[in-house]
């Protein structure tokens, strides 16, 4: 992480959100790595890192907005 590149190797679960004091966004996230943080598994990762490392994100087809379904064809 630190040489600032991103990979598309591995895979996250998002589970929920958080907000802290300060109003910063992150999301409850299950590695697959297993049970190696300190939440048993699960880490907090800020949105603004969210938006610099995600490369793609798969949703269940109700999650998607009906107007967006629409236009999808789902």
Known sequence: ??????????LM??????TDQNGT???LTKNSWGEVSQYKGFLYMSDAYFRMKTIG???HKDAIP?????K???
């Open 1 to 10: 992480f630190e040489s600032y590149a991103t990979t598309d190797d591995h």
């Open 13 to 18: 679960h998002l589970t929920g959100l958080a």
């Open 25 to 27: 966004k992150y999301y």
């Open 57 to 59: 994100i798969m949703v």
């Open 66 to 70: 009906k107007d967006i379904a629409a």
């Open 72 to 74: 999808l064809s789902l």
